[in-house]
């Protein structure tokens, strides 16, 4: 445990906030934690005579990013740390990008989505499009997905040693656990390029220099389609209401790709209790009060996120941690439960957004709205009957009931909870 300094760090504030913020829930049962937050108490009651000025600064700035996080951010304009809206940019929809990590092979599911994408979401606003790729684009690529991009694109050339082993793998350990989660037939449990992607996707893009000024980005992948209408600016809307990040469709993981990751998170976060955040979103990935991983995560081929999450010191020593563990190569560790389990513990839950009724479809799951007039107000094309967002197998009705949200399914239930969704119809 790191010992409490005198004077103000933004990390004290963090753990004052935890113990004394009313809205402290204590939801993962370590028995560990709960002695250690026991001493800390008794430092903290002769603390708190000393420091009690501080308390009311630190309770309004408690976040997971510090100032350093912020200054390491060129290109954007440093905002006053200690206010509840640090994260608000004032750089403006500017540095908002939509993201796509695509092979040249993937040509045709990636104009398709392009021009379905445009047609639901960015003729409307013209975000820019940017294509990342471990190998060199074609002319050819290049030519046919520029054109049909409203907001520009971009086309980055992923550095070798971001689609590689770090030092520390066996590399001959590795190829005999693909072997063994082929023969397991595990769904590409014998790639290497998949461990590759999912260890990019999980600590490397959002390090990509043609991303450093890059605030919020939508991942979006060749294949995928939204069947609905997207009615409101979805980066704005997270803009304005401090956002951090956001989904929509939620499952259960195949068990056998991370035997190990919750016990390995569980382990960071008794040595970094300080990065857990105070109100957080714990309950939706344990059922037992954190002996164990209920597998429940956010399907990341959708995701919408600010990169000063990714870049935070928190996110950054956590993806460092399970990067020297080797999980994404002596299991097959997914980029998908690796983010659900930092944004669930370090983010504040209301930080995070879940974007509903877009008619989302990425092979084999469909987000299509149950309700009839829903459809019909947002223009979705879409069969309900095989909706996969309300279904028992999803984790989504999770997220929504040990949150106590109302569920945004109904037109009623939208326009009084969930305006913003109706705004532009
Ligand atoms: N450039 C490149 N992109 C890849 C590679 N493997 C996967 N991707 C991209 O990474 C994302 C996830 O891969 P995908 O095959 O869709 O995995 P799944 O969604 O888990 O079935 C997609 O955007 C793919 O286009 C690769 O070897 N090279
Ligand atoms: C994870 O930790 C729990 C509790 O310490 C233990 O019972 C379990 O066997 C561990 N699982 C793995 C896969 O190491
Ligand atoms: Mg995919």
């Not at 092979?103 to 599911?109: G, K, M, T, V």
Request: charged letters at 25%; aromatic letters at 16%.
């Amino acid at each position: 445990m790191k010992e409490q300094a005198n004077g103000f760090n933004p990390e004290h504030c963090r753990v004052y906030g935890k113990l004394f913020g009313p809205m402290n829930r204590v939801l993962v049962n370590l028995g560990g934690w709960r002695r250690l937050a026991h001493r800390r108490y008794l430092r903290l009651l002769v603390a708190v005579a000393i420091l009690s000025p501080l308390i009311f600064y630190c309770l309004h700035g408690s976040s997971i990013l510090s100032e350093n996080d912020l200054n390491e951010n060129q290109g954007l304009q440093s905002v006053d740390v200690g206010r509840p809206k640090i994260y608000e940019s004032t750089s403006g929809k500017g540095n908002d990008i939509l993201l796509t990590l695509v092979r040249n092979s993937e040509l045709i599911d990636m104009i398709d989505t392009i021009e379905r994408f445009e047609r639901s979401f960015n003729s409307k606003y013209h975000y820019q499009w940017w294509f990342m790729n471990d190998e060199e684009f074609t002319e050819k690529f290049k030519e046919e997905v520029s054109s049909r991009v409203s907001g520009g694109a971009r086309f980055i050339k992923v550095p070798g040693e971001m689609w590689t082993y770090p030092a520390n793998i066996d590399k001959e350990k590795a190829a005999a656990s693909r072997e063994d989660y082929s023969k397991k037939k595990v769904m590409y449990g014998e790639s290497e390029s998949y461990r590759f992607m999912c260890r990019f996707n999980s600590g490397l893009f959002y390090k990509l220099n043609e991303l450093r000024d890059v605030e919020y980005y939508w991942r979006i992948e060749p294949g995928v389609h939204f069947d609905c209408g997207i009615t409101y600016d979805v980066f704005q809307y997270m803009r304005q209401n401090n956002k951090l990040y956001a989904f929509n469709m939620a499952l259960q993981e195949d068990v056998r790709t991370i035997p190990s990751l919750w016990n390995t998170t569980i382990e960071f976060f008794k040595k970094n209790p300080q990065y857990l955040a105070d109100k957080n979103n714990a309950e939706f990935v344990t059922d037992d009060g954190g002996s164990s991983y209920n597998l429940c995560h956010f399907w990341s081929n959708f995701e919408i996120a600010n990169l000063r999450f990714y870049r935070s010191d928190a996110y950054d020593k956590y993806f460092q941690y399970l990067d020297d563990k080797g999980g994404f190569f002596y299991e097959r560790w997914g980029d998908a439960p690796v983010h659900t389990l930092a944004a669930s513990f370090m983010l504040p839950v209301d930080s995070l957004h879940f974007v509903a009724n877009t008619g989302y479809m990425h092979n084999p799951n469909q987000d299509c709205p149950v309700d009839e007039e829903v459809r019909d107000i947002l223009h979705c094309d879409c069969n309900p009957r095989k909706d996969f967002t309300w279904h028992k197998w999803s984790c989504v009705s999770k997220f929504f009931d040990v949150n106590n949200y109302p569920r945004p399914t109904s037109v009623a239930n939208l326009k009084e909870y969930y305006p913003y969704v109706l705004e532009n119809t």
